[in-house]
């Protein structure tokens, strides 16, 4: 006999979720389709014993009733086929015994109707009266979590909040109670519906032979070998049934033998998991019904993809509630409720706020929203990178820099990255302190759309002066410049910040660790897609979408650049200005340092700027660019042609790869 393959399962029980009660659901509406069918059909064998003197008609309506049982329909399937085949070979011999039926009153009372009877009394009554039960049960888990919801958080009252928790674990229970008895009666009820079909027919046909002696040859031949498959079918069943019900018993004692922490809310044992990207549960959500007025309902919330997806109960699936991507979440303080957060759109507006049940539960719906703003859910292996983004973001916010305890035997940064070649000097052995590259307290600029007053300092840093109508005087010769080299490369601008000096990789990469860590603490993590386009006098950054310049440098401005070590998409550069402030008329030297994050690897970025400072240098001698268009390969237009460099030999460029960016 083929298992039942649909049941509740008891372990979900406690958890109490949509689905679980979208399933029960079908169970109930199952049994009420059981119920509604067995007392048709016991009106039918009660009409077959009653009716003595009509038994030719009484057994033709049997035998139609028989065949109803394929046309029910039931919500779980149309049963099992076993059971449907018997039936309809049952239909066919109680048409061919219609003539042979005469009086059997005893016989039919002890086996045809008297099981039929008990089924509908023991069993289906039960199912009803656990029905109410668990009803009971889960009004009273609800006041009281409703009760509980409301504990204020600035008054706590210690005792109050002891008694409610102390309610909440009793009716709590009490459900998961009155739940596991309701789910181990319905499971049961899929064994107990077949053979409670069965066994009827069972003992009709039975009682029939035994009775009749006038062609009992005739009706032997063909029913003994059937009535004995029906008979081991019926006792697989009720075998299959035993087992079925010992082990929900034991699966119902080991459930319940858990602690008394698993009922109690704000109890949680185990640490938070910082690195979800999925996450489902109940929340509490704040919702206006007036001008001033609001009210909180319980609802289950759960994440899918970049959606945060809402389903009540009794809903067969769930509906979307806010698009997730590029959100924001924040802890807030809300009509004095704990573990109140607030999840905002990236446009700002809509919002809405959430209240959790613990700490725990709290803390890890609010790491999730902001795993799932980053869009790691898109990335090949979304949970490696949750783990390593939170390991970034626990480092950033570390007042000791990777580089001041970086391993022995490891590379030096500027021989390892293209950029490592100086603008000014040689380095020094040992590794500046933070404070010496960047000072404490630098404002950290997050947007690229600059004040007019950082845009005129850029022009004068650069000996160019603006007219009215966006034209300069070195027009001409930086297009002409410009032709020898141009590559363009979609970038994220991430910040910058001013530093004290220019001259150093490692200032590059402390502006690099102050940017996300600032990023992480203040949640900042929306960028702007932007593309940079590197030529052979300047470095652009261009709006994708209306082609318009956003700042631009010239080559000679950028003193230092270099990509991450361990995050290869991370690079930044130092651009030298001039300030003016002290009324010199040289000026004092200034540096910023500009950190992008790129869809390609840094280092490609790094090598196509150091090409691009190459052939600055070159230009001065004809002789040298000239031995520079020779060595490197050229478009059919003449522009350099960049190849990917081999990893270990950056400085030949061996590699058969263009890098030309998409964009």
Same mark, same amino acid.
């Given at each position: ?31 009420? $389709? ?24 009484? +057994? ?10 394929? *046309?029910?329909?039931?919500?779980? &399937?149309?049963?099992?086929? #076993? ?21 059997? %009153? ?11 009877? /008990? ?120 075998? /299959? ?6 082990? $929900? ?18 109890? @949680? ?39 945060? $997806? ?5 809903? =067969? ?14 802890? =807030? ?22 209240? %959790? ?40 916010? +570390? ?5 001041? *305890? ?7 940064? @500027? ?25 404490? !307290? ?19 840093? !650069? ?7 966006? #034209? ?17 490369? %979609?970038?994220?601008?991430? !910040? ?10 490692? =200032? ?19 960028? +702007? ?15 994708? /979408? ?50 992008? #994050? ?45 190849? #990917? ?9 061996? &590699? ?8």
């Amino acid at each position: 006999m083929p298992a039942v393959h649909h049941k509740l399962l008891l372990e979900e029980a406690l958890q109490d979720s949509p689905q679980t009660r979208s399933l029960l659901s079908v169970f109930e509406e199952d049994a009420g $389709m059981l119920t509604t069918y067995t007392n048709q059909l016991l009106q039918s064998l009660q009409r077959v014993f009653g009716a003595q003197s009509e038994m030719g008609l009484a +057994t033709e309506q049997l035998s139609q009733q028989l065949l109803e049982y394929e *046309k029910k329909n039931f919500a779980l &399937g149309k049963g099992d086929e #076993e059971v449907i085949t018997t039936l309809q070979s049952f239909a066919k011999t109680v048409g061919e015994l219609n003539s042979l039926h005469s009086e059997l %009153a005893n016989q039919m009372a002890d086996s045809m109707v008297f099981p039929l009877i /008990q089924f509908r009394e023991k069993d289906l009554t039960e199912i009803s009266t656990l029905k109410e039960i668990f009803g009971i049960a889960t009004d009273e888990h609800e006041a009281a979590m409703v009760k509980y919801s409301r504990l204020p958080k600035k008054r706590e009252n210690e005792k109050l909040k002891s008694d409610m928790v102390k309610e909440v674990a009793y009716t709590r229970r009490k459900q998961h109670q009155a739940s596991l008895q309701y789910y181990c009666a319905l499971n049961a009820l899929q064994y107990r519906k077949r053979v409670a079909m069965l066994e009827p027919m069972l003992g009709y046909t039975q009682a029939q032979i035994s009775f009749f002696k006038k062609g009992i040859e005739l009706v032997s031949k063909k029913m003994d070998c059937f009535l004995a498959s029906v008979s081991t079918m019926t006792q697989n069943i009720q075998a /299959q049934l035993d087992a079925e019900a010992e082990t $929900m018993r034991m699966a119902q004692r080991e459930l319940l033998s858990v602690e008394d922490t698993v009922y109690m809310p704000d109890k @949680d044992t185990e640490p938070v998991n910082r690195t979800l990207i999925q996450k489902a549960g109940y929340l509490n959500i704040r919702n206006k019904t007036g001008l001033v007025t609001t009210a909180w309902d319980r609802l289950y919330f759960f994440t899918q993809g970049g959606n945060l $997806m809402c389903q009540p109960r009794g809903a =067969v699936a769930g509906g979307m509630v806010l698009d997730l991507d590029n959100s924001s979440v924040m802890a =807030v303080e809300c009509e004095d409720r704990r573990y109140c957060f607030q999840i905002t759109s990236p446009s700002g507006k809509t919002s809405m706020i959430l209240q %959790a049940e613990s700490k725990r539960e709290y803390e890890e719906w609010i790491c999730t929203v902001n795993n799932i703003s980053r869009q790691i859910y898109l990335t090949d292996n979304p949970e490696a990178v949750a783990i390593r983004l939170n390991q970034t973001a626990i480092q950033a916010v +570390t007042p000791i820099t990777s580089f001041e *305890k970086r391993p022995e035997g490891s590379p030096n940064p @500027d021989r390892a990255k293209p950029g490592g070649v100086l603008a000014g000097g040689s380095q020094t052995g040992a590794a500046p302190e933070p404070e010496d590259l960047i000072a404490p !307290g630098t404002p950290i600029q997050f947007d690229i759309m600059l004040p007019a007053s950082e845009f005129l300092d850029q022009n004068r840093a !650069g000996g160019r002066r603006t007219n009215p109508f966006g #034209e300069t005087d070195d027009d001409c010769s930086a297009e002409s410049d410009d032709s020898l080299l141009q590559q363009v490369f %979609a970038v994220r601008f991430l !910040g910058s910040m001013a530093v004290r000096c220019g001259n150093n990789q490692e =200032v590059i990469y402390e502006a690099m660790r102050q940017v996300l860590a600032a990023r992480a603490i203040h949640n900042i993590f929306r960028t +702007t897609e932007s593309h940079l386009m590197v030529t052979s006098s300047s470095l652009r950054l261009i709006d994708p /979408q209306t082609q318009v310049t956003r700042i631009s440098f010239q080559l000679r401005e950028v003193c230092q650049f270099a990509a991450h070590q361990e995050n290869g998409r991370l690079m930044g550069f130092v651009v030298e200005g001039r300030d003016w402030s002290d009324g010199d008329e040289e000026g004092e030297p200034s540096f910023s340092a500009f950190v992008f #994050e790129s869809n390609t690897e840094g280092e490609k970025i790094c090598y196509t700027i150091s090409l691009a400072k190459d052939i600055t240098e070159a230009k001065k001698d004809p002789e040298a660019l000239a031995q520079l268009m020779k060595n490197m390969p050229l478009t059919n237009d003449g522009k350099f042609l960049l190849l #990917e460099p081999e990893e270990g030999d950056t400085t030949n460029g061996a &590699g058969q790869e263009d890098l030309e960016s998409e964009a």
